[in-house]
């Protein structure tokens, strides 16, 4: 069951992914990254990362993508506004690039040690497992990604102001 | 169980199909969404090793990518709706003069 249910995941996701750079409507790109995030999630929960997961559903596939799906409105682009579909060289040349270094990747990943996972505990990737560390090892990283966050938002409202 | 191997090999296509995106699509969005996409892949390998040391840092590891995530996003939708009211267009290599 477990075994089928990864597969479906990976393959899903993977198919999804494809379709994201396929498409070339941006609204069709988005709903397809949607559906791959989603079946990260589903990883996830494999994984017995109970809390990523729900994060993953709430801040990525809800936040984010919707932040994503407003913007593709709001600019609302005509066909025309998308432009032509163009041929380089270059786009050749940098995709063989990104599957060769895939390659180099995943040749290292199989020669790795593949050791059983260890046994993990009752509670491990709930929010109480996850919370425990993450508000005390973690906390400074934490407050200061408070800061990144306010940063963030500030540039977004000067960015967005009329008269750039 | 499924072995670790498997999830890092997903995690490593995932990225690709990122880098792939990146460099092939013009459409700002459409770069957005792939890098959206290789932060994903690496969050995917963060908690496969998570589950195979029996840590949980790597779940703290995603909680701040994805926070991160969001700030990019943020921005940088920021940036493209900044692009399109002066340029009326979201393709990125339109924008190469760096005087407005």
Redesign the interface.
């Known amino acids: 069951m477990?075994?089928f249910l990864?597969f479906a995941f990976?393959a899903v996701?993977?198919v999804s992914?494809?379709s994201?750079?396929w498409q070339r409507n941006?609204v069709a790109?988005?709903i397809s990254?949607v559906v791959?995030?989603a079946c990260?999630a589903g990883?996830?929960v494999?994984?017995?990362?109970h809390?990523?997961a729900t994060?993953?559903i709430l801040?990525?596939t809800g936040?984010?993508m919707v932040?994503?799906v407003f913007?593709?409105m709001?600019?609302n682009?005509q066909d025309h506004?998308?432009?032509a579909p163009?041929y380089r060289p270059f786009?050749f040349v940098?995709?063989a690039?990104?599957?060769v270094?895939?390659a180099l990747?995943?040749v290292t990943?199989?020669k790795?040690d593949?050791?059983?996972?260890?046994?993990?505990?009752e509670n491990?990737?709930t929010i109480e497992?996850?919370g425990l560390?993450?508000f005390s090892?973690?906390l400074f990283?934490f407050e200061v990604?408070s800061l990144?966050?306010t940063?963030?938002?500030a540039?977004?409202?000067i960015?967005?102001k009329?008269d750039? | 169980m499924i072995p670790t191997v498997y999830y890092l090999i997903l995690s490593t296509i995932l990225f690709t199909l990122g880098v792939i995106g990146v460099m092939v699509r013009r459409n700002g969005l459409v770069v957005f969404m792939s890098i959206e996409l290789m932060l994903n892949a690496v969050n995917l390998s963060f908690v496969a090793f998570a589950r195979k040391l029996g840590a949980v840092d790597g779940h703290i590891f995603v909680f701040f990518v994805m926070a991160i995530a969001a700030a990019e996003a943020a921005v940088g939708l920021a940036l493209i709706i900044a692009l399109f009211r002066h340029r009326t267009t979201v393709q990125v290599d339109e924008a190469n003069v760096l005087k407005g």
Not at chain 1, 46 to 49: I, N, T
Not at chain 1, 114 to 121: E, F, G, H, I, Y
């Open positions: 477990v075994e990864f990976a996701a993977v992914a494809v994201l750079i941006p790109s988005a990254l791959t995030l990260q990883l996830f494999l994984l017995e990362a809390f990523a994060m993953q801040v990525y936040a984010i932040l994503f913007v593709i709001l600019l682009l506004e998308l432009g163009r786009k940098g995709g690039l990104a599957l270094s895939a990747v995943a990943i199989l790795t593949a050791a059983k996972a260890t046994p993990v505990a491990f990737g497992a996850v560390e993450l090892t973690y990283p990604l990144v966050l940063a963030a938002i540039g977004a409202v960015l967005g009329r750039l």
